[in-house]
């Protein structure tokens, strides 16, 4: 069906909350293993439709926000779906307490359970107040980031709205963006303090409620990570500064010399080529050719898949008046299809869609069939890796994407992932250390997340940025208030890409057969052991990173460097 014809209906939301209830006391009272399954999946099924017309609202809103229909629609939804959000939790608790536990693991796999006992751990009655205290000053954050209103260059503009300015090839101009920006942070840094400062009470507080010494294990909990802890973490870290920083401060050598500032300060690092960024070669028409042609030489899998996308009207890719800001893949349960909505600009993340957000999609589509839908849960480390590594099987047809600009693309690809590296390491190491030390002053706190920025970022120099000298910097990543210690995990999917990346050269058959493993066995398994059964090196195994490094830096070499400028 295509996705115009997909009928709408509002919910009945009374009933269909009355009809899950009686599902769980279904599920509570059963006298059968056949019983309690019948009862699960017929939750899940109850659940996969309420959610396709939730997605249904939210797509068509999001296309069009100025629609009165779906807009309206879209609304209902945000009110009456979150007394839904209990089910889960319910069929969990329900579950584990069941003497069809057993049952449920034999068919499904132990997986399944480790998934509901995790789910657990990070929630108890008792927090429920501090979890509205926590929500509430993600808000606040939030807000007081998206109220930025700076005069820059006649017009008045958000922080994002700098940022082509700080790309900009003129010294002076890239300086007075980065200070208008940096400066505004700096006359919110008290009020960014004080919300943090709360956050980090009250989820020390959940911590203890909880039963345990910090609020790490709560947090690594919420992320669903059964398989990996905050040691494994530390010896992960330590890999990246020991293999990626030297490689990191070599490519920033390169890029002054070849953007011709010896001494580059910070706001320097924005201008990454003086002839500008890799530009796609086209507009949507243009480029979704190009995807078609390459999904279709690439693999039987990704060819049907590509086609069910177009043929269906399942994405919608190119910025008009009234659209949402943003981009997301997202899937309809009754229809079993991915739909990918996105802003094409003109740059190079146009292309990032057609492979980032369509290895999502790709990966949900392998998935289509999987029921119960919670056997295909998996942690954000595992996502990423079906994303970030079809952007790499993607490189041998990226010349009809970037043209001239394709041997560009191919070195900021590289180098841009290994640059993230040690930045993604830092957050998590600053935010180990915030939890570690509940006490900690907002002084004490910038004093550490500069030390920090000095390991693993030792090239950056903020010379003349009392706010950012100072320590402060962290106070621009969302993820450290609003959603804590989920930023490792796009660290860890990238040095699984990369793997598939140096793989797919060798051996591009069995590359290509691990990659589906991954995306087909995502939640049956955790991540660490996912990679065993993907014959991927596993990343917090020291010397993983020691024998990628290498052969990237080898990449990027053998590349022609007269078209890198
Ligand atoms: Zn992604």
Same mark, same amino acid.
């Given at each position: 069906m295509k996705f115009a014809d997909m009928p709408y209906s509002r919910p009945d939301f009374e009933a269909q909350y009355a009809r899950m209830k009686d599902l769980l006391k279904q599920m509570e009272e059963a006298q059968s293993q056949e019983a309690f399954i019948d009862a699960l999946l017929t939750l899940d099924r109850e659940s996969g439709s309420l959610q396709t017309q939730a997605t249904l609202a939210h797509i068509r809103y999001t296309i069009n926000t100025q629609d009165p229909f779906y807009s309206a629609e879209n609304d209902v939804m945000d009110e009456n779906l979150p007394r839904f959000q209990e089910i889960p939790a319910e069929v969990a608790r329900i579950t584990l307490a069941s003497p069809y536990q057993e049952a449920v693991s034999q068919r499904y796999g132990a997986h399944m359970l480790e998934k509901m006992e995790v789910a657990m751990k990070a929630f108890s009655p008792e927090i429920v107040e501090d979890l509205v205290e926590e929500s509430k000053l993600n808000s606040e954050y939030q807000k007081l980031i998206a109220s930025a209103q700076i005069e820059f260059e006649g017009e008045t503009r958000n922080l994002s709205g700098l940022l082509p300015f700080m790309q900009s090839t003129d010294r002076d101009m890239r300086q007075s963006a980065f200070s208008a920006h940096w400066g505004w942070m700096a006359r919110h840094s008290e009020a960014l303090d004080s919300i943090f400062d709360k956050l980090v009470r009250v989820r020390h507080g959940i911590g203890k409620k909880l039963g345990y010494d910090s609020f790490i294990p709560v947090a690594y909990a919420r992320m669903g990570r059964t398989d990996w802890n905050m040691e494994d973490a530390r010896a992960y870290r330590k890999q990246i500064v020991e293999s990626v920083v030297p490689l990191t401060q070599k490519l920033y050598r390169q890029q002054a010399q070849r953007i011709g500032i010896p001494e580059m300060k910070a706001y320097d690092l924005p201008l990454e080529y003086l002839s500008g960024n890799p530009l796609p070669q086209g507009e949507e028409p243009y480029l979704v050719d190009r995807a078609r042609e390459m999904y279709k030489a690439l693999s039987p899998e990704t060819d049907e898949f590509f086609s069910v996308m177009t043929g269906q009207g399942l994405m919608d890719l190119t910025t008009k008046p009234g659209k949402a800001a943003g981009g997301y893949m997202t899937f309809i349960p009754d229809y079993k299809v991915p739909f990918i909505f996105s802003n094409f600009n003109g740059t190079s993340g146009d292309v990032d869609v057609l492979t980032h957000e369509a290895g999502h999609a790709f990966q949900g589509y392998l998935q289509r069939d999987v029921f119960p839908s919670m056997l295909k849960d998996y942690t954000m480390e595992v996502a990423e890796i079906h994303s970030m590594s079809m952007e790499f099987f993607a490189h041998p047809w990226m010349e009809g994407f970037f043209g001239p600009d394709t041997e560009k693309y191919y070195h900021s690809h590289v180098a841009d992932g290994l640059k993230f590296l040690p930045y993604g390491a830092s957050v998590d190491a600053f935010q180990e250390w915030v939890y570690l030390n509940p006490e900690a002053t907002p002084k004490e706190r910038n004093l550490k997340y500069r030390e920090i920025e000095k390991v693993y970022? +030792?090239?950056l120099d903020y010379s003349g940025f009392p706010y950012l000298e100072g320590g402060? %910097?962290?106070?621009?990543?969302l993820h450290i208030y609003g959603? +804590?210690?989920?930023?490792l995990d796009y660290t860890l999917s990238q040095v699984c890409a990369y793997q598939y990346f140096i793989w797919n050269q060798k051996d591009p058959k069995a590359a290509w057969q691990s990659y589906l493993t991954a995306c087909r066995r995502a939640? %049956?398994? +955790?991540f660490t052991a996912l990679l065993k059964e993907c014959g991927l090196n596993n990343p917090f195994v020291p010397g993983t990173i020691a024998q990628i490094t290498p052969r990237l830096e080898a990449y990027m070499e053998g590349l022609d460097q007269s078209k890198i400028h």
């Amino acid at each position: 069906m295509k996705f115009a014809d997909m009928p709408y209906s509002r919910p009945d939301f009374e009933a269909q909350y009355a009809r899950m209830k009686d599902l769980l006391k279904q599920m509570e009272e059963a006298q059968s293993q056949e019983a309690f399954i019948d009862a699960l999946l017929t939750l899940d099924r109850e659940s996969g439709s309420l959610q396709t017309q939730a997605t249904l609202a939210h797509i068509r809103y999001t296309i069009n926000t100025q629609d009165p229909f779906y807009s309206a629609e879209n609304d209902v939804m945000d009110e009456n779906l979150p007394r839904f959000q209990e089910i889960p939790a319910e069929v969990a608790r329900i579950t584990l307490a069941s003497p069809y536990q057993e049952a449920v693991s034999q068919r499904y796999g132990a997986h399944m359970l480790e998934k509901m006992e995790v789910a657990m751990k990070a929630f108890s009655p008792e927090i429920v107040e501090d979890l509205v205290e926590e929500s509430k000053l993600n808000s606040e954050y939030q807000k007081l980031i998206a109220s930025a209103q700076i005069e820059f260059e006649g017009e008045t503009r958000n922080l994002s709205g700098l940022l082509p300015f700080m790309q900009s090839t003129d010294r002076d101009m890239r300086q007075s963006a980065f200070s208008a920006h940096w400066g505004w942070m700096a006359r919110h840094s008290e009020a960014l303090d004080s919300i943090f400062d709360k956050l980090v009470r009250v989820r020390h507080g959940i911590g203890k409620k909880l039963g345990y010494d910090s609020f790490i294990p709560v947090a690594y909990a919420r992320m669903g990570r059964t398989d990996w802890n905050m040691e494994d973490a530390r010896a992960y870290r330590k890999q990246i500064v020991e293999s990626v920083v030297p490689l990191t401060q070599k490519l920033y050598r390169q890029q002054a010399q070849r953007i011709g500032i010896p001494e580059m300060k910070a706001y320097d690092l924005p201008l990454e080529y003086l002839s500008g960024n890799p530009l796609p070669q086209g507009e949507e028409p243009y480029l979704v050719d190009r995807a078609r042609e390459m999904y279709k030489a690439l693999s039987p899998e990704t060819d049907e898949f590509f086609s069910v996308m177009t043929g269906q009207g399942l994405m919608d890719l190119t910025t008009k008046p009234g659209k949402a800001a943003g981009g997301y893949m997202t899937f309809i349960p009754d229809y079993k299809v991915p739909f990918i909505f996105s802003n094409f600009n003109g740059t190079s993340g146009d292309v990032d869609v057609l492979t980032h957000e369509a290895g999502h999609a790709f990966q949900g589509y392998l998935q289509r069939d999987v029921f119960p839908s919670m056997l295909k849960d998996y942690t954000m480390e595992v996502a990423e890796i079906h994303s970030m590594s079809m952007e790499f099987f993607a490189h041998p047809w990226m010349e009809g994407f970037f043209g001239p600009d394709t041997e560009k693309y191919y070195h900021s690809h590289v180098a841009d992932g290994l640059k993230f590296l040690p930045y993604g390491a830092s957050v998590d190491a600053f935010q180990e250390w915030v939890y570690l030390n509940p006490e900690a002053t907002p002084k004490e706190r910038n004093l550490k997340y500069r030390e920090i920025e000095k390991v693993y970022l +030792p090239h950056l120099d903020y010379s003349g940025f009392p706010y950012l000298e100072g320590g402060a %910097r962290w106070q621009k990543q969302l993820h450290i208030y609003g959603l +804590p210690f989920y930023y490792l995990d796009y660290t860890l999917s990238q040095v699984c890409a990369y793997q598939y990346f140096i793989w797919n050269q060798k051996d591009p058959k069995a590359a290509w057969q691990s990659y589906l493993t991954a995306c087909r066995r995502a939640g %049956r398994v +955790p991540f660490t052991a996912l990679l065993k059964e993907c014959g991927l090196n596993n990343p917090f195994v020291p010397g993983t990173i020691a024998q990628i490094t290498p052969r990237l830096e080898a990449y990027m070499e053998g590349l022609d460097q007269s078209k890198i400028h």
